[in-house]
Structures are given as C-alpha cells and as structure tokens.
C-alpha cells in the first residue's frame, strides 16, 4: 500500500523515526521497544538497569544500528536532558516517548510509610511528569511529538492488587496526560494515556501466587490477563504521524474490568 493518504499526507510510515522507551529493560516496555522497532523505528532502550537495557537492545538488533540501550533514571529530570541529547547527537531527532517505567508494591493502605509513599509517587508520577517537561518542550519546539504515557486500571478504580500509592500515582497520570494535551496540542504533539489491567507479565506472574492468579482471572469478564503487545500496538497506534485527533485521552484496556 502507498504511504501517500489523501491531499499527500504521509501515513502509516514511520520508518527512521525515533522512539525512546523508559523502563524497557523488560516487561511491557520491552515488548513495546519491540513493537515499535518491528515498525520500523529506531528504538532507544531505556532504564534504570543500564545493563539489562542494553542487552534487550542488542537483542533487537544485534547490528547496534537501530536500538541502543541506555540508562534512565526517571526520577531524575537531568537524566531525561541528557539522554535527549545523546539521542539528537546519535539519531539526529527524536519523535516518540513512551513513559512505561513505573513500580507498583502492594502494600496495606494504613501501613504505607512516608518514604515507600513518596517513592512510589516519584517513579510512577514524578516520572512520568519529567518525561513530558524535557520531551514536550522539545517536540513543541520543533512542531512535531508524541507523548504515551502508561497509566493503569488501578488509577481509574483505586487498584484490586496494588497499593494506594500506586492507584494515586496512576490516577495522577491521566490527569498530567490532559494538562500537558492542553497545553502542547498546537505545537503538534498529542499526549495519550494507556490503562491497562493486569497482564500476562513476569512482575504479575511473579507477585501473585497461582491460585489467587486463577481467581483473578475469573473475574476478568473476558477471563483472562491481558497480552502485553496489544497494548504495545495501542502504543504503535497512538505514537503515528496520522494519530493527531486523538490527544489528551487515555484509551482503556483490561478486559471487561472496569467499563465506563
Ligand atoms: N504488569 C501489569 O499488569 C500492568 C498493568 C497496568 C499497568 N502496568 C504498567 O506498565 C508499566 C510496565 O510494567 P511492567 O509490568 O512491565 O513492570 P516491570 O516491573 O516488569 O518493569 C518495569 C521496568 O521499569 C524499570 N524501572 C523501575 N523504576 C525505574 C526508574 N526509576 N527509572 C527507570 N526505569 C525504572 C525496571 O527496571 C523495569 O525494567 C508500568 O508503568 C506499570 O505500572 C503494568
């Protein structure tokens, strides 16, 4: 098919694009590195484990052309400044950010302390709200982003299996998703949320003991964990050049959970 839409549009071409991911040294953030590069783009691999982010780099592309893995703390604004900068210097522009990085910790609400409270908040929204300052401000000065930020159902419906301060943070997600839409959609970047429920994932696998798994899964009106790379196409979908109507939104997925 052309890549040429009505009036000479470019669409459904985003080859040589460049997408950074955070928190893709596995998990969702991995698969959704991969989804993007399977498009075509040059995928930066980010995280806190520099290692590991570099090794699921090179095993997208072991030619080291169109991935690289670099560290990313996001709760650190400079760390986003600089990567910004070592990707313009490398790739010569940046397109996309998927803000994926996030930690979530069950923890009982009354027992939650100060310190795991703020943590959680300055990984899951602090980084998320970093990521949009550095990266908004450079698409708005080029005209053209996008922004996708990975909320979750637990910051719609309060969480089933993780704590509030997670919830709280994820909730907040959505609502910088809006500010930062309002604020950059005439400078040609939109800014979208995803919510996923929980997905067959090592961290849901590895936290959740089987037989309260399977009881989850019962009560998913579809009857099952969700696949991480729809969610990564939902990603793909909404990072396309052609994506700009939606914007400010956050696009749910989990199963039937939580219908609104
Ligand atoms: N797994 C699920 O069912 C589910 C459901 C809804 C939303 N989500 C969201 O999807 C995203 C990915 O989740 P996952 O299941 O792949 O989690 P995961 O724990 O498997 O992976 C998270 C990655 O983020 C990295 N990370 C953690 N703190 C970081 C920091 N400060 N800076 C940079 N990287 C950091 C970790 O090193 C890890 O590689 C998260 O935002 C999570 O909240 C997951």
Redesign the pocket.
């Known amino acids: 098919m052309s890549p040429q839409g009505i009036g000479g549009e470019t669409w459904e071409d985003d080859t040589h694009r460049v997408a950074l991911v955070?928190?893709a040294?596995?998990?969702?953030?991995a698969c959704i590195a991969g989804r993007l590069y399977d498009k075509g783009y040059r995928v930066a691999l980010t995280?806190?484990?520099a290692e590991?982010a570099t090794k699921a780099a090179a095993e997208l592309d072991p030619s080291g052309q169109h991935t690289v893995g670099l560290a990313?703390?996001?709760?650190d604004k400079e760390a986003f400044a600089g990567v910004r900068d070592q990707l313009d210097e490398r790739w010569g522009a940046v397109h996309v950010l998927v803000n994926?990085?996030?930690?979530?910790k069950v923890e009982s609400l009354m027992r939650i302390s100060p310190e795991s409270f703020a943590s959680v908040v300055a990984?899951?929204l602090g980084?998320t709200f970093f990521g949009c300052q550095v990266f908004g401000e450079y698409f708005a000065e080029r005209g053209y982003g996008r922004i996708v930020n990975?909320g979750?159902?637990a910051g719609q419906n309060g969480g089933t299996a993780t704590g509030a301060h997670y919830a709280a943070a994820k909730g907040g997600v959505a609502t910088l998703t809006k500010v930062f839409a309002r604020e950059l959609g005439p400078h040609g970047v939109t800014v979208n949320a995803i919510a996923?429920?929980?997905?067959d994932?090592?961290?849901?696998r590895e936290s959740v003991d089987p037989e309260k798994l399977a009881q989850l899964e019962a009560m998913i009106p579809v009857g099952r964990l969700g696949r991480p790379r729809f969610i990564a196409d939902m990603a793909v979908l909404l990072a396309a050049e052609h994506a700009d109507a939606v914007t400010g939104a956050c696009w749910d997925a989990n199963g039937g959970l939580f219908m609104r």
């Open positions: 955070t928190g040294a596995r998990g969702l953030g995280d806190l484990d590991a990313l703390d996001v709760r994926n990085a996030g930690h979530s990984t899951n980084g990975i979750s159902l996923p429920g929980p997905q994932l090592p961290v849901v």
